[in-house]
């Protein structure tokens, strides 16, 4: 009985050769383990909790659905279910702490992380294995997946400087986010090292929504001074800056240069815009299974400085970006 339950829980003193027979004759049986008892034996549920910034991630992105169903079925091939919770009025670490008090979870994933955020410590403090899809800038020692964002300003400002632009807008999140901060400082930084006016280059910053894009693109193009090119955070905010820019009459690529941050998500293909929108490039989905395979690892004790991963950003050349008008 013990070389049964060993091999069936993965532990190493037990052979290949006589785990494969056990799980031959356990799948011929049709058995599967008690989850019940399997916790009261290893201290284990077998279960991982993500927690979402908000549920309208669940209504609103069938890109986050797909990225949940992703890792769902990576963990599950581990032997591990995916618990969901979401965060409420706005309260995170409120929302955590009921999650984690209410719930008998092995580690958790947490999303969209605040500057130093508060969630961070917490899960530190607690000693629970976690993830963070995103780094909150900190110099704390966890385990996270990020892109590179200081890459996505820097490459798209790198790129509009070469084709001559001296007036450019960066449209960008709340700076709350620890992405959307990280993203401001490398404009800002790549503006002086271009040296390019300041003045001449803003940052302004609205929700990450068709309807925001087009207010604030509407408001920031309507004048002569108006910049020749945008760098926009989100695909949704540069589509509302398309709309913008064809209400006040003027040409994409030609009056004004538009190039945005696409995160792979579903609804909006940024080659299909009209024109075609240049992109720095990163799908969301990409993220799913190293987040996986690195809670699986830290519910096994890896360390999680062995598991800090930065993925680069392309940049996608298309028809929405060309040399400022004389």
């Not at 998500?265 to 815009?273: A, C, M, P, Q, V």
């Amino acid at each position: 009985m013990a070389t049964v339950s060993r091999a069936l829980n993965g532990y190493p003193e037990v052979n290949a050769k006589t785990r494969q027979r056990v799980l031959e004759a356990a799948d011929k049986l049709g058995y599967r383990p008690n989850s019940v008892a399997q916790k009261l034996a290893t201290g284990k549920s077998k279960m991982v909790g993500i927690m979402l910034q908000s549920p309208d991630e669940l209504v609103c992105a069938p890109t986050f659905l797909k990225e949940l169903s992703n890792i769902s079925n990576f963990l599950g091939v581990k032997g591990y279910d995916l618990l969901i919770n979401s965060s409420l009025h706005g309260n995170n670490l409120q929302a955590l702490k009921n999650f984690v008090s209410k719930s008998s979870v092995d580690g958790l994933i947490i999303k969209a992380p605040m500057v130093n955020d508060e969630r961070i410590r917490f899960l530190l403090d607690k000693g629970i294995p976690f993830v963070v899809h995103g780094h909150d800038t900190s110099d704390l020692d966890y385990a996270y997946y990020d892109i590179d964002n200081a890459s996505v300003t820097e490459q798209a400002l790198n790129y509009l400087h070469q084709l001559g632009h001296q007036r450019v807008a960066f449209i960008n999140s709340d700076e709350k986010l620890a992405f959307a901060h990280t993203r401001s400082d490398a404009f800002n930084n790549k503006v002086k090292h271009l040296g390019l006016d300041p003045e001449l280059c803003e940052v302004f910053h609205c929700a990450p929504e068709v309807k925001a894009g087009r207010e604030l693109a509407s408001d920031i193009l309507n004048g002569e001074d108006r910049p020749t090119a945008c760098i926009c955070s989100s695909s949704k905010v540069a589509y509302g800056l398309y709309m913008a820019v064809a209400e006040l009459g003027l040409e994409i690529g030609s009056d004004v240069s538009v190039i945005s941050h696409d995160d792979g998500i579903s609804h909006f293909e940024t080659r299909e815009f009209n024109p075609p929108l240049t992109v720095t490039h990163s799908p969301l989905t990409d993220s799913s299974e190293p987040i996986s395979d690195a809670i699986v690892k830290l519910i096994s004790g890896v360390s999680p400085s062995e598991l800090k991963v930065v993925s680069p950003v392309d940049l996608i050349v298309r028809e929405s970006t060309g040399k400022p008008k004389s």
